[in-house]
């Protein structure tokens, strides 16, 4: 529970709150008593109470009364009355009253807002800022504010009228699993704005439990969740985001206050030592403290201006596989841990065999087993021993542990649980920094990419503009690459690519290239020169560096070809390109979809969608190998001509701008010996720098445009990455019945 109160006294005065905070093994219950931030607030660098008055307040007069004669009782030392938070937390000191006048003008300011404040419509989307770990407190602390670090889950609101949106920190809408949460936010009557903060679930002795709130959702019982919001990027029609840190909280802090929920908390400021209160949080069993720069603006990125300071080493693992139960224990012995390495390879963290209970143990099984499969998600000979069962790496865990060994294991590890709220792609080693370090390439655009690069990847012309419209730079652009490295692999891997170059940005020339000197081009490789006998090599990427590498190379687009390299002359797919004309509405754009989609079932092809990160849509059919180009090429423009005299009105057989006005032109040239089609994850050369994103069919209506993913806001699409796009390879079909049924004849 929590106690707030005003204060009138000789020491101390205006707001402040004591925090119950059972710790085991304490004789007594542990209370936090913590100074708010109001106008009578001041830091301890400025005014020290415990050192500018140190005498007993049992010696003075209470307002009204007069002095009681006699000498003083000393007060008791600082240390043997509270513990280390609580003195950290009473170390700033209240002024004298404040008069009716200097209140209401404090009053006033607070509800005006700041001149950094851009008036602004609600963004539907927004990327969180996220903490960098570092090894230790900064050296200024009084520059700073620090706050507990939650043990929960990252979530945001959006409450525009009487809508009111919750998302995860990747983008995923959990408005549908927190129904109480959303009806406090409903009752409380926010403003207009974007929420950030955490959800978390406390225990019987006050804590946040990350395992209670795991049962709160498995049990579809979220009532007891508790929203401790801290920022407020978009607030009451404004983009405060450049707003400093101290005055964005003092804005969120009025509203929190006026709402009076116990469901929706202000996420409290714990004095400026961050040293002792790192040691209270330990000792209460908390996971840490986050410090934030007091002057900071908010980026939409990880941050060297947010910093946490944790209690030991705990973080996020990706599952890829299973031990078997010794003795008595049943479902598991152990999981099996991994992490994402630069190159998106997922390398072996050791194993995790603490922290489970019966009901755990049952439940991870069952998960496990869904996701079984007989290929080790890790590279060949990585893990010792036979009898392990392997998992499609798609589960993250928590786990704490001790430290890192030196082959990269965790040693003495426990299990925390499962998490929900963010993608297995992005799970890596997360790496300690010092908090004086400043990145002199990191990007101040809101929205920027946040890929991490590998340490001695150089990037040259790094704040080079990129695109106007956007205001990504190079580097932004190289980070995204980063970021989505891992899922492009998957349809890069083994095919042609050639690339577009564009060293002036969008705008710029450019540059088509299906051949390169790979020797400036690290993970890039040739392929078999005898593939296309009557020129260059062609390129293939061969790992995520690759793609790195032709970023800083000014490559914005990868464009991948219908065949793989080992059997290059029978393609593997069939793509049609459905290009708008002038004059079509995105309307006609969803049903022509539907009608490709829908026409080709009937011809027994199973059919997969991705947007084109323009102004169309592709849909592409896996084909078992067996056809030649021509073949191919021709049965393709033989479903065009069907769907064209068919529907002559909605469909153009002829390219060209004059033959579709009103029209959709569907491109079966993609599907000629060369020929190549924009690679899914790619981003384009256009203004906004639209990005080719898998979509699921039952996702289509939904969609808005065929550029509705960029290169700024493609982490909220992450969290479903290639997941619409499962059993692809499993799809794949023979031509010869759906040849059959369209009377269709090779070489006719």
């Not at 008036?119 to 520059?143: G, H, N, R, Y």
């Not at 994402?340 to 065999?353: K, P, R, S, T, W």
């Not at 995204?480 to 891997?493: D, F, I, N, S």
Request: some cysteine; aromatic content about 8%; glycine content about 10%.
């Amino acid at each position: 529970g929590n106690l707030k109160f005003e204060m009138h006294g000789h020491k101390m005065h205006g707001k402040w709150v004591l925090i119950r905070m059972k710790g085991k093994g304490e004789k007594q219950e542990p209370w936090l008593l913590i100074k708010e931030k109001d106008e009578l607030a001041r830091p301890n660098t400025e005014f020290s109470v415990i050192d500018e008055m140190p005498e007993s307040v049992s010696a003075l007069p209470m307002p009204g009364e007069q002095k009681p004669k006699g000498r003083a009782r000393k007060a008791a030392p600082a240390e043997e009355a509270v513990t280390p938070a609580v003195q950290t937390a009473t170390k700033a000191a209240a002024k004298a009253p404040a008069t009716a006048g200097a209140k209401k003008a404090v009053a006033k300011r607070a509800s005006a807002m700041p001149d950094e404040a851009v008036k602004a419509d609600l963004p539907t989307s927004l990327a969180p800022e996220l903490a960098t770990l570092v090894d230790k407190p900064p050296s200024q602390p009084e520059d700073w504010i620090f706050e507990i670090k939650f043990d929960g889950y990252r979530l945001l609101a959006r409450v525009e009228g009487k809508e009111v949106k919750l998302f995860t920190r990747n983008g995923h809408d959990w408005t549908h699993k927190l129904g109480s949460l959303h009806t406090a936010i409903f009752k409380a009557k926010l403003p207009d704005g974007w929420y950030d903060g955490e959800i978390v679930v406390h225990d019987e002795q006050g804590k946040p439990n990350f395992g209670l709130l795991q049962l709160a959702f498995d049990g579809s019982d979220t009532a007891q969740i508790v929203y401790f919001i801290f920022d407020a990027p978009y607030l009451s029609g404004y983009d405060v985001r450049d707003v400093p840190l101290e005055a964005r909280r003092e804005l969120l802090a009025t509203v929190l206050d006026k709402a009076g929920s116990d469901t929706i908390r202000f996420s409290a400021e714990f004095g400026t030592d961050p040293e002792e209160l790192v040691l209270a949080a330990c000792k209460l069993g908390l996971e840490g403290v986050i410090g934030k720069r007091r002057t900071s603006r908010y980026v939409t990125r990880r941050s060297p201006d947010w910093i946490k300071l944790k209690c030991g080493h705990r973080q996020e693992f990706v599952i890829a596989g299973y031990t078997d139960p010794q003795g008595s224990r049943t479902g598991i012995g152990a999981l099996l841990l991994g992490t994402h390495d630069e190159a998106g390879v997922l390398q072996y963290a050791g194993n995790v065999g603490t922290g489970f209970n019966e009901t755990t143990l049952k439940d991870l099984k069952k998960k496990l087993d869904a996701l079984a499969t007989d290929e080790s998600p890790f590279p060949p000979q990585a893990v010792a021993g036979r009898k392990h069962h392997w998992v499609k790496p798609k589960l993250i865990a928590e786990v704490s542990f001790a430290e890192w060994t030196s082959s990269g294991s965790v040693r003495h590890a426990v299990f925390q649980g499962l998490r929900a709220d963010k993608p297995a792609k992005a799970i890596g080693r997360e790496k300690v920094e010092h908090v004086e370090e400043k990145v002199k390439t990191t990007p101040t655009e809101p929205g920027a990419p946040e890929g991490k690069l590998p340490a001695d990847f150089k990037i040259t012309n790094a704040e080079r503009l990129i695109d106007e419209q956007s205001g990504v730079t190079k580097l932004d652009m190289v980070r995204y690459y980063a970021l989505v490295g891992v899922l492009m692999m998957e349809h890069l891997k083994g095919r042609p690519v050639s690339l577009v170059r564009a060293p002036g940005g969008v705008g710029g020339e450019l540059f088509f290239q299906k051949h390169a000197d790979i020797g400036k081009l690290p993970g890039m490789q040739q392929m078999d020169p005898e593939l296309d006998p009557d020129h260059p090599p062609m390129l293939e990427v061969g790992s995520a560096l690759g793609i790195l590498s032709a970023a800083q190379w000014n490559v914005i687009e990868f464009h991948t070809q219908n065949a793989v390299g080992k059997g290059y002359e029978t393609p593997d797919r069939m793509v049609f390109d459905l290009d708008p004309g002038e004059g079509v509405a995105w309307s006609a754009m969803q049903e022509a979809a539907q009608l490709m989609h829908a026409f080709l079932d009937e011809l027994g092809l199973p059919s997969f969608l991705k947007t084109s990160g323009g102004k169309g849509l592709h849909v592409v059919v896996p084909v078992k190998p067996g056809l030649d180009w021509d073949t191919m090429k021709d049965f393709s423009q033989a479903i065009v001509r069907h769907l064209s005299s068919t529907l002559p009105d909605r469909f153009a057989f002829k390219s060209g701008p004059k033959n579709r006005v009103g029209k959709i032109f569907i491109d079966y040239l993609r599907n000629g010996r060369g020929a190549t089609t924009a690679c899914a994850w790619t981003a384009r050369v256009r203004p906004g720098l639209g990005i080719s994103v898998p979509l699921a069919w039952d996702e289509l209506a939904g969609l808005k445009a065929g550029d509705q993913w960029n290169v700024k806001n493609a982490h909220t699409r992450l969290d479903r990455g290639n997941e619409p796009w499962t059993g692809y390879a499993k799809a794949a079909r023979s031509l010869t019945a759906a040849m059959k049924k369209m009377d269709f004849k090779a070489g006719s």
